[in-house]
């Protein structure tokens, strides 16, 4: 990705996985650390990935072409409106 080298942090706040395996690998090559945060119901993730030079997303989350991902329908995502402001300010700090 071009615009990478322009930056000095790389904040993921996408919500397809194939999308964060290219993020991951593009701010690898660039060496930037991602900053990733994930919601689903009342979990949620924050993380940094390649922070001098550690683990990626794809150590910690291994690419499965089996795997199907699918966005949960409304009456099975219950999950609080709130979630997604807290870990945004996670993803801040």
Known sequence: MKIFPEYDLVIDCT???ESRYAISEAAAECGIPMV???VYKYEAQVSVFNYKG???????????????????????????RRMPQVQSKQQRR
């Open 36 to 38: 990733y945060a994930a």
């Open 54 to 80: 550690g683990p990626l997303y794809h150590h910690f989350f291994p690419k499965d072409p089996e795997r199907k991902f699918r966005k949960p329908q409304s009456p099975e995502f219950s999950g609080s």
């Open 15 to 17: 919500d397809n996985i």
